[in-house]
């Protein structure tokens, strides 16, 4: 635990036990951007409660200037799910100076249509699983399909973990963006449904499978 808060220490984030808060520089997802899409550049800025994102995105031919706001919500705890939704509003799209191609000139002559900014990511293929849903203003995140969590025990702790420990909501100001946690986000109800349905069915289906396994 101490090694993962030096960690996290060194990327400047910082963890406020007492308010149940992490509180995260936006400098810091700008650079994990920059890593994640090298060949892309993005700046954030806080809008609160909201972030403005500006990118600079390579494309054949032209260079896509973009820029909108994101209203991102809370983790949403289903029996299955766990779903974060982001808004996005004011979109901006534009093109570089001397790009060329179709794509650019559909953007010059606004042929993009962007009153329905979240369908244009829905219309892209090869979409990462997490997205489930991209439709008006809306997309929809679900972190239960990560393909780290198809291993059954890493996706009981995580199921089991977020019941218990999950996010109500997510601001940015100040140049941070303040991650506020709380304790059973679908009440004790939804932990003790997350317990039976993630760790004590799994354990008499493996009880039960082990005498089985041992009459072959």
Do not use: Y
């Not at 997802?29 to 390579?58: D, N, V």
């Not at 299955?80 to 002559?109: H, N, Q, Y």
């Amino acid at each position: 635990m101490r090694n993962i808060l030096a960690m996290l220490k060194a990327f400047g984030i910082e963890v406020q036990w007492l308010r149940a808060r992490v509180r995260i520089p936006l400098a810091t997802l700008e650079q994990w951007l920059a890593g994640r899409f090298p060949r892309a550049a993005f700046a954030l800025t806080a809008q609160t409660p909201g972030i403005h994102i500006r990118g600079r995105i390579p494309a054949v031919g032209a260079r896509i200037l973009c820029a909108a706001r994101l209203d991102i919500g809370g983790l949403t705890v289903g029996a299955d799910a766990r779903t974060l939704e982001i808004r996005i509003g004011a979109p901006e799209l534009d093109v570089g100076e001397g790009s060329v191609g179709p794509l650019a000139e559909a953007i010059r002559k606004g042929r993009i249509d962007l009153a329905r900014p979240a369908d244009l990511v829905g219309n892209q293929l090869g979409l990462p699983p997490l997205v489930t849903r991209a439709s008006g203003d809306t997309v929809t995140l679900d972190f239960a399909r990560l393909p780290a969590l198809r291993e059954g025990r890493a996706r009981r702790r995580f199921m089991l973990g977020s019941a218990l420990l999950g996010i109500s909501r997510i601001e940015a100001a100040d140049g941070i963006l303040v991650v506020q946690l709380r304790l059973f986000p679908a009440g004790l109800g939804g932990f003790l449904k997350a317990v039976v349905r993630h760790a004590l069915i799994p354990a008499l289906d493996r009880m039960s499978a082990a005498p089985a396994e041992a009459r072959a």
